[in-house]
Each structure stands twice: as C-alpha cells, then as structure tokens.
C-alpha cells in the first residue's frame, strides 16, 4: 500500500545515512512521510552481513542479529572509515566502506521505491558538519554506486535546524508541528522559533558521530556561524564502556575479549546497549554476562551513577569541541537563545545534564531524535525539487576545515619549508572564491609546485595532501615574482585551485578531487566548472547587487548636497566591500546601502 499518490515528476527524497541507524523520507503534501523498511520500522541499522543459508548481502536488522552472534560475517560503524580504501572483511567478501554505505542507500532507495510506486533515482543526503571533504566525497560516491543523483550534500546540524522549524520555511501545522512536543528533560520546540532571529546551538551526538554547529536566524537566512566536532565520537562508545565495564567487574581484560573473542564481545556489547538504554528510564540495569566466558557472576547491576562516572571521559571529549564552536562564532554560552538536540544518543540523561551544565540552559528537543535529520533532508528535498508546499529558504554553510598550501618562511635568517598558509580558513562562509598573493623564492624558477592541504596544523606535515598544481614553463622569474593563488569552494565541495603569475598570460588551474572520494566524470567536472566560474564573477554582476548600484546612482543625481553626503559613505563601503573577498562584508555593505537608500527615497531628503 502506497504512501501517498505517485509523484507526477521523479522524486527527491531526503536521507540521513547514520553511523548506526539510517532513514528516508520524503515530503509531500505539506507533510514529511517516512518510507518503513520491509519490517514496517522507520530505522534501519547501518549493518551489513552475509547471509550463508541464502549465500548474499543482507541489511539492518537481519544483519544486525548477525553481528551479535557472527561478527566475523557481518560489517558495523563503516561510516567512520567512508573516506578509506581499506577493505573490510564480511565472511568470505570483502567490501570498501563506500561499498557497504551504498548497500544502506540502495536498501533505502528500494523502500522508498516499493511505497512511492515510481523509480526514485534523486535525493538529498546528510552527513556530520565535522567531515572532512575526503568524507563528503565518500559519501557522494556511495549514493552514486546506489544509483541516486545527489542534489544537495547537507550537513546533518543544518538538516536538524531546518526540522525544527528554525527558519520559518514551511506553514503552520506542518512539517514543523511534527516536531512540535517533547519529553524528558528537555523543552518543546516554540511556535515563535521561526518568526524570530536566533542564534542557536546544535548538538548532535549520534551513534558515531559527535557534531556541534553553532547557527543564526537572520530575516530568514539560516547561517552556520561555526562548526567542530569529532567523526569518531558516539553512543556506541558508551555501550563499549558499559560492555568494558561489566568485563572488568568479572575479572575479563576488554580489550583482550575485542581481540581473542570476538564472538562473546559482540554479545556483550548487544546487552550493554540494553542496559544503556533502560538507564536512560530506571535507575539500576542488569548486564548478563555470556554463558561462554565461563565467569561465576551471571550478571552485573549498573547503576546510573556508575554509568556516569565510566562515561565520565566521554563526556570531557564533548567538551573541547563546544568550547571550540562557541570560540570560532565569537559567542558565550550567555549568547545563544536555544540549545537544540539531535541524535538518538542525547536521550542519555548524563549527556542532557552535561548539556544544561555547559550551556546554561534547558535544551530543547523533538519527539524522536532519530527522525530529525532524515525529517530535515526531506524538507531541503522538497526545495530542491521547488514543491509549493515549503517557502523559499537561504541556507548558508561554512567551510569545516582550513584550505591553503605549503610555504617557506624566513626563521631565524634561514628559509625553511614546509609551513602551511591557508587560503580559505576554517569556518568560512561557502560558496566563496579567496585569493592570497605569495612569491617565488629564487631568481631563474621556471616551475612552481603549489602542494594544497587541508587541516589546522601550522606545519604541512600534520595536515592532509589533497594534491599537487603544476605551474610551468616559466620565463625566468625573478625572486619575488607574484603568484595570485586563487581558491574557490562551493556548496558541494568541490574545490578549484587556479595560479597566475604576474608576467605570465597562461592561468593554471586543477580542481582537486580526493583519493577514495566521489570521481567526477567529463560532464560532471564541466558542471563543475560552470559552477565555480560564477563564484569567481565580479560580485557586482549579481542581479541583486546590479539593482541596487544602479537604484542609488539614481538616487544620487535627484539628492541634494547634504543627501549626496550620506549616500557617499554608503556606497563606498559597500564598493569596497564588493573588492575584498568577504561574502559576510559584502551583505552586511549591501544592507547598510539598502537601508539608506529605502530611507532618504522615502521622504527624509525632504
């Protein structure tokens, strides 16, 4: 039985592909649907196995039950190498991570087809704000291999804060009234979150992934102010410690059991969870220790004080990355409106005390915070596709690690390499186009090197090789020769380097792709391309920016001396701003500009 009535064009569903649990879903008709799995669930374990009786892959929750008895034949928190070659082994196959992501997404993409009645082949998919572009481009390519177009790569902070209603972007007793109650410790979403600006705080602790996004609700444009986090940081690690735990009140050494039995651990790690669970609602579990480790005690009672405490580590990794988000937004504890949950994870009560503890604040959370970022997707999917049902939405993003190249510098009256300069910082607006000048270090070069890293290391050497461009045939430069090295990034990651040598009529340019990412073939690079040469246009060729140049040149010639004055000040800023490489400049001029236009056209020169 069909959701809803087939769609008259083809799809875009929303997808949150979690490091342990996955869903899809799709909005339609003023309201986001979730597609259930062949079991009728929503949720659907990011676990892949092989199955010997049928002699083929199986996903969720077979595979799942898998797992616990067969580790060996079954594959789990893949999502967390996505952007490495390495294969893993599940029984007799080996599979890459982006392999055993594609066989989640094609199983989503399935289950959307068998409710919606049509090919689906387009989607949004979300990953955390924390990955790196190695991992985005992993993840692009795994929803490739599924045989999904991707149209937007979202970050999952982002998708939560658009689910929550935070920009105002669908009508009333919609999509946001699904999310419109909470429990627990923490505070339902308000109805007057989409009317007023906000600066808000996401935190996303998920079963893999620990994100923290700081954003601002501005006249409707929903900007990320800063991002960090960790990629290897999750609920699981919890239950390992409740699994590590109850091995240690037993006598058992943990870590011996991950390596000699594997097959008891993985039991042992399914019970934790339990009991992780149960002491998010009562205050004392039970672990049963596994029949084959021989121990005397059948079981051992966790209570949740005790929970807290081996958790205790945990949470003091939490800590750094909000520290850091709140740092690079410039902002206190003091200054955010809303603290908002995500993740199933946070349903922890430790994790919510933690977060009251360090923001100050009660939080506010949905219902299900499982659901929120698949529930997120599905609305930006329904902007992509230009569905009636949501209104227009201006999501900015930033960059989540630094982009620069590898450089010499003078220390101590000796040149030494291997310092890194970047060109776009971390927690810069994207899309964006920046451009550094440097120079050549000796007379007679007739080849440059320009190695591009991304990380925050001041030494190249602690921050990741994305590649190398080329820049040769050179005439002879002289020491101090100009290089105006150009980086421009847009919204799906994609990078482009360019070179210009003063002198030197020929521009280098390469767009860098990762190693184990998505490769992109002719067309897809020259839609590449296409993109990124309108990020490097002259800014005053926008449309908007066009208008509004043209509407105060007009307004200068009608205005008297003292009028002339005011505007003058206004224009400049905003024709020096349009100069630099700002983005954030250039709209706060453009708003200083409208506002004095809008004010002396309106009556006051009179």
């Not at 600006?197 to 990320?224: A, I, Q, S």
């Not at 039970?286 to 005790?306: F, H, K, Q, W």
Request: with cysteine; charged share 25%.
């Amino acid at each position: 039985m069909q959701l809803v009535a087939p769609p008259a064009a083809s799809p875009i569903i929303g997808i949150d592909l979690g490091t342990t649990h996955c869903a899809a879903a799709w909005f339609s008709e003023g309201e986001v649907r979730f597609f259930p799995n062949p079991l009728g669930q929503v949720l659907t374990p990011s676990v892949v196995a092989w199955d010997r009786r049928a002699g083929g892959v199986v996903v969720g929750r077979p595979a799942r039950d898998i797992l616990a008895t067969r580790p060996g034949d079954a594959a789990a928190l893949f999502k967390r190498d996505i952007e490495r070659a390495t294969p893993v082994q599940v029984g007799d196959r080996t599979f890459t991570p982006v392999e055993l992501s594609a066989w989640m997404l094609d199983a989503l993409r399935a289950d959307a087809e068998r409710e919606l009645g049509v090919p689906v082949t387009r989607c949004v998919v979300t990953v955390p704000a924390y990955f790196n572009e190695a991992q985005r481009f992993a993840t692009k390519r795994a929803a490739e291999v599924a045989g999904f177009v991707v149209e937007r790569v979202l970050n999952e902070p982002t998708a939560a804060a658009i689910a929550y209603g935070m920009h105002g972007g669908v009508a009333p007793n919609q999509t946001s009234a699904g999310l419109a109650s909470g429990d627990g410790a923490g505070r339902a979403p308000r109805e007057e979150l989409a009317t007023a600006d906000k600066r808000f705080l996401v935190f996303d602790l998920g079963g893999g992934t620990f994100d923290v996004c700081v954003m601002e609700l501005f006249e409707g444009m929903l900007e990320v102010r800063s991002v960090a986090g960790e990629s290897r940081l999750g609920g699981e690690d919890f239950t390992d410690a409740v699994a590590a735990f109850a091995a240690d009140a037993v006598g058992l050494d943990a870590r011996q059991l991950r390596t000699e039995r594997p097959d008891a651990w993985a039991l042992l790690v399914k019970r934790a969870e339990v009991v992780k669970r149960s002491l998010s609602r009562w205050p004392r579990a039970e672990v049963m220790i596994p029949d084959e480790l021989g121990v005397a005690e059948p079981s051992v009672s966790v209570t949740r004080e005790a929970f807290e405490r081996v958790t205790a580590p945990l949470r003091e990794r939490m800590l750094g990355p909000c520290r850091t988000a709140l740092r690079s937004a410039r902002l206190s504890p003091g200054d955010l409106d809303e603290v908002l949950l995500v993740g199933g994870a946070t349903r922890m009560p430790a994790v919510r005390a933690f977060v009251e503890e360090v923001f100050g604040k009660a939080p506010l959370e949905g219902p299900d915070p499982d659901r929120v970022v698949a529930h997120g997707a599905a609305i930006q999917a329904a902007l992509c596709a230009n569905d009636a049902g949501v209104d227009d939405l201006v999501v900015t993003d930033v960059a989540s690690h630094s982009l620069g190249v590898e450089i010499a510098r003078e220390v101590a009256g000796e040149r030494h390499s291997g310092f890194f300069s970047p060109v776009i910082h971390r927690n810069t607006v994207i899309p964006t186009s920046q451009v550094d000048v440097y120079q050549t270090i000796r007379d007679g070069q007739t080849a440059i090197d320009l190695s591009v890293y991304e990380g925050e290391a001041r030494r190249v050497a602690d921050n990741h090789l994305l590649g190398t461009l080329e820049v040769t045939d050179l005439p002879n430069c002289p020491a101090g020769t100009d290089i105006h090295v150009r980086f421009t990034f847009d919204l799906n990651g994609i990078l482009e380097v360019e070179a210009r040598v003063d002198g030197v009529e020929r521009t280098f340019n390469r767009i860098f792709q990762r190693e184990g990412g998505a490769k992109l073939d002719a067309a897809a690079l020259e839609t590449a391309r296409s993109r990124i040469a309108a990020l490097k246009a002259d800014p005053r060729e926008r449309p908007r920016y066009r208008e509004l140049l043209a509407r105060a040149d007009l307004l200068w010639r009608e205005l008297p001396v003292e009028g002339r004055y005011t505007l003058d000040h206004a224009l400049d800023s905003f024709e020096g701003a349009l100069r630099g490489t700002d983005p954030k400049a250039v709209e706060r001029a453009f708003e200083a500009l409208q506002g004095v236009c809008e004010r002396l056209d309106g009556g006051e020169r009179w």
